[in-house]
């Protein structure tokens, strides 16, 4: 998601030491390599679909895996957020490796903020985002800018573990996040709240909806509004323009005509794929201040969940 820092520190800190023991009471079984096979980081699923560990999908009922189940502090730790969860996890990344400088591009990660709360650290871990480097001590609980370029560096010998919590937020979240501290900036007075141990076994809200069946015109609107906003200068920007233009306009035609049911796609697609071809050459060139291609982020973004797979489409995956 798109913030207006780099690192937001939110007002909440945890007992990293207790997290750190519920951890390895889980033992390595639960651990797997990360799906995109980096080196050295590995991943613990803890919130995914029907709270099945091997269900790695963004869409469908989330619900907590048995691990996170055996955890009853982080369990509280969630319920501290105030949010509707998506996908979770912990996130493992070995001595001397790193997460590769990489923007976190498409549908799923436009409507989610990513909070981190590290359990286990080293003072010289980096994570950087945009052009700022932070160390995120044990306990601390923060969020960053997902759109923009960040990697995370850890230089030391031992692993670096962080608590994962994808989110859309809600009401009660957002204001810690007003709450919370940009880094680099001074808030007089301001402090963060121990989330205590209790003997609580809270249940956490988890998401039930992730994408559209078909994309609304409003929702559309927006997400090219977003592209456009971060677009680079280029000569071919009018035309481009043009042509968004007249596609919004032709799916709003037919979302007041066919509706949104998932018998509906047929009526979307021949325009989705005429748009899709007719956008390519346009938009040759054309990237975005993250350095991202205009045309492969409208792809994962808005024309790959606007009327199911893109594939389905006939049209071109890249």
């Known amino acids: 998601m798109k913030l207006a820092a780099p690192f937001i520190q939110l007002p909440l800190h945890v007992d990293a030491a207790r997290l750190e023991a519920e951890v390895a009471r889980l033992g390595e079984a639960p651990w797997r390599p990360h799906p995109q096979g980096f080196a050295g980081n590995s991943m613990l699923p803890l919130v995914s679909v029907g709270g099945d560990p091997a269900n790695e999908a963004f869409e469908g009922i989330m619900a907590p895996t048995p691990a996170l189940r055996a955890c009853p502090y982080m369990?509280?730790?969630?319920?501290?957020?105030?949010?509707?969860?998506?996908?979770?996890?912990?996130?493992?990344?070995?001595?001397?490796?790193?997460?590769?400088?990489?923007?976190?591009?498409?549908?799923?990660?436009?409507?989610?903020?990513?909070?981190?709360?590290?359990?286990?650290?080293?003072?010289?871990?980096?994570?950087?985002?945009?052009?700022?480097?932070?160390?995120?001590?044990?306990?601390?609980?923060?969020?960053?800018?997902?759109?923009?370029?960040?990697?995370?560096?850890?230089?030391?010998?031992?692993?670096?573990?962080?608590?994962?919590?994808?989110?859309?937020?809600?009401?009660?979240?957002?204001?810690?996040?007003?709450?919370?501290?940009?880094?680099?900036?001074?808030?007089?007075?301001?402090?963060?709240?121990?989330?205590?141990?209790?003997?609580?076994?809270?249940?956490?809200?988890?998401?039930?909806?992730?994408?559209?069946?078909?994309?609304?015109?409003?929702?559309?609107?927006?997400?090219f509004q977003l592209l456009f906003e971060d677009t680079v200068t280029h000569p071919a920007l009018a035309r481009l323009k043009v042509a968004v233009g007249r596609f919004i306009n032709t799916w709003r035609g037919l979302w007041f005509a066919h509706g949104d049911s998932i018998g509906a796609r047929p009526h979307y697609q021949p325009a989705l794929r005429a748009f899709v071809v007719e956008a390519r050459p346009l938009a040759h060139g054309v990237v975005l201040t993250n350095e991202i291609s205009w045309y492969s982020a409208m792809l994962t973004l808005i024309a790959r969940y606007a009327a199911g797979d893109l594939r389905s489409a006939g049209a071109p995956a890249g």
Do not use: K
């Open 75 to 223: 369990l509280q730790v969630f319920a501290s957020l105030r949010a509707t969860v998506g996908r979770s996890r912990l996130m493992r990344l070995s001595g001397q490796a790193e997460v590769t400088r990489h923007v976190d591009q498409g549908y799923y990660w436009a409507e989610r903020v990513r909070v981190h709360v590290p359990i286990v650290t080293q003072p010289t871990v980096r994570f950087e985002c945009g052009g700022d480097a932070i160390n995120m001590a044990a306990g601390e609980c923060w969020i960053f800018d997902t759109w923009r370029q960040h990697r995370v560096i850890n230089d030391a010998n031992q692993d670096r573990i962080h608590l994962v919590v994808d989110t859309v937020g809600g009401g009660r979240f957002w204001d810690l996040v007003a709450a919370g501290r940009p880094v680099g900036q001074v808030v007089h007075g301001w402090a963060s709240q121990l989330v205590a141990p209790s003997a609580a076994m809270p249940t956490i809200l988890c998401e039930r909806v992730n994408v559209p069946t078909v994309m609304s015109p409003w929702e559309m609107a927006g997400y």
